[in-house]
Every structure is written in C-alpha cells, then in structure tokens.
C-alpha cells in the first residue's frame, strides 16, 4: 500500500524553536506538498516541490521554509515557531502530470501546538 | 479572495437518504475539481474527480455533477451511511502542466444518522 509517512501525529514546542516537520514518501512521486488545516479556513498550501532541490512558495509561506535533499523525503521548517502556527500540517505527494485526476495522497497530519 | 466556496460547514442527513454537498467556485479557468474525505486524525482521502469538460462522474454511490455556467460543483451520495460521517472538501486545479496546486474549499462536516 502507498505511503506518505509524517514522523510525529503531536508536537508541542514553544515560541522561538526551531521545529522540523519531517515527510517521506514511498511511491517516487514527484510533487509533494506541504498544507495546514484550521476550522473555517479549509486547506492552505505552504510550499511545494515538484524535484529534488527544488521548491516554490504557496499561498502562506511566510514564517515556514523548507527542504528537499532526496526524492522521498520533503522537510518543513519553522524557524521561529509562533502561537500562531499551531494547526494541523499534512504532507501530501503526488507524481508529476497525473495529480489532477487521481488527486494527492496525504499523510496523517501532525498536529502542532506552539505554546 | 476564496476561490473555491463551500457556504454550509455542516449538514445531518438519516442513514439511507441522499447526501448532497455543495461547492462554488470563481475562477472559469479551473481545470478539475476533485473531492476529499477526511476523518479526525486522518488526512484526506481522494474520493472523486471531474474534467472542466465533462458534466457527471460517478463511481459507486458517488456522484459529482459540474454546473459550469453557474461555477457550481455537487457530490451526491446515495445511500448515505454512518461511515460517510467526516468532513468533505471540494478542491479545484488551475489549467498548469505538471504540478498541480489545489485550491481547497473550507468543508463541510457531514454527519449521517444511524
């Protein structure tokens, strides 16, 4: 079965870490996404990475930076965590060309509170 | 600016009848659009797809149906079960070539009665 593995379901950090959200995926996809879910607001594209070593901004990138060393694995990084970022993340992927129709899979979420 | 719009948060519907979630959308130029299911502590599943150029995909009890001069975007579910209770987001794609960027609805909790 197709995998898109989110290292932690919970964190709790404080304001000012530094927090790595890690994401691996299983299927040589291509594409692979970064989202944060709130009530009302639906799903919010952070970054995105359609190669290795390749990334562009979303819609919210701002406070969050990323990285893609290898294919499979695409990392999310808050650089100083604020109250404000606690949310839901999820990590989707999906292969180059084909994500319109079959959709992205995701991750579990990790659900991060900054305290 | 939402550019993808699902006006009810919620809807209860008995076990057997038809559940029918709603979506809008602004942008004339969106490509597919697609829904999601998602339960707490999961992420989102792919249920459904629909090319801009169709107007009716089904699969099972599963059914969008695209109303492009009213930008409007309907899944239908017939019957409703108690599993179908979660929250559903349409999401739409722009016409670009290989990545592709959805753009998510705000969701609608749908709760199905036993």
């Known amino acids: 079965d197709v995998k898109v593995t989110q290292s932690s379901r919970y964190l709790v950090k404080r304001t000012g870490e530094k927090v790595f959200l890690e994401c691996v995926q299983d299927?040589?996809?291509?594409?692979m996404f970064w989202y944060r879910q709130d009530p009302g607001l639906g799903l919010r594209l952070i970054y995105f990475s359609y190669d290795v070593k390749m990334k562009e901004k979303g819609d919210i990138p701002e406070g969050y930076s990323v990285s893609r060393e290898k294919k499979e694995r695409f990392s999310l990084i808050l650089e100083s965590a604020s109250t404000n970022q606690t949310s839901m993340y999820l990590c989707?992927?999906?292969?180059?060309?084909?994500?319109?129709?079959?959709?992205?899979?995701f991750g579990s979420g990790t659900r991060l509170t900054v305290v | 600016d939402q550019q993808v719009k699902q006006n009810s948060p919620s809807l209860s519907v008995q076990e057997g009848r038809i559940s029918i979630l709603n979506c809008d959308y602004t942008n004339s130029m969106f490509d597919y659009f697609l829904w999601y299911k998602k339960y707490p502590a999961e992420g989102p599943t792919f249920l459904i797809s629909?090319?801009?150029?169709?107007d009716k995909n089904e699969d099972g009890r599963f059914t969008v149906f695209l109303n492009k001069s009213a930008k409007h975007l309907s899944l239908h579910i017939v019957p409703s079960q108690p599993g179908d209770s979660a929250v559903y987001f349409c999401a739409a794609t722009p016409p670009t070539s290989g990545t592709y960027k959805y753009i998510f609805g705000t969701g609608t909790r749908l709760k199905v009665l036993a």
């Open positions: 629909i090319s801009s150029i169709k």
């Open positions: 299927m040589d996809h291509e594409n």
């Open positions: 989707a992927s999906s292969p180059h060309g084909q994500g319109a129709r079959y959709g992205y899979t």
